[in-house]
Nanobody, 124 residues
Framework: QVQLVESGGGLVQAGGSLRLSCAAS????????MGWFRQAPGKEREFVAG????????VYADSVKGRFAISRDGAKNTVYLQMNSLKPEDTAVYFC?????????????????WGQGTQVTVSS
């Protein structure tokens, strides 16, 4: 089992920044690829960013490329999502997820463990 707890969400104005954190506990953190997803009201959960178990490879959704950055700290068992130049359309509940593979996919079903989510609201 892997337990994931997100933090760092909040209310920010358009153009602002937030950094989300996801603390992992349980099985070996380094054995899992990590991903960030988001879900807005009435919409399906969508992939935002992913990072390999080594941290050497990252992948982003086109909608956030150049604005968001995913990273991981093995010593702290934590994955981060730095979000810059935020837009109102980034408003959603953000979830982190873990997959027991080298690099996760964009498909939510490929991830075994999920956090409870953290709300991000961007005002215009």
């Amino acid at each position: 089992q892997v337990q994931l707890v997100e933090s760092g969400g909040g209310l920010v104005q358009a153009g602002g920044s937030l950094r989300l954190s996801c603390a992992a506990s349980g099985r070996t953190f380094s054995a899992y690829a990590m991903g960030w997803f988001r879900q807005a009201p009435g919409k399906e959960r969508e992939f935002v960013a992913g990072i390999s178990w080594s941290g050497g490879a990252t992948v982003y959704a086109d909608s956030v490329k150049g604005r968001f950055a995913i990273s991981r700290d093995g010593a702290k068992n934590t994955v981060y999502l730095q979000m810059n130049s935020l837009k109102p359309e980034d408003t959603a509940v953000y979830f982190c997820a873990a997959a027991p593979v080298a690099l996760g996919t964009v498909v939510p079903a490929s991830y075994n463990y999920w956090g409870q989510g953290t709300q991000v609201t961007v005002s215009s």
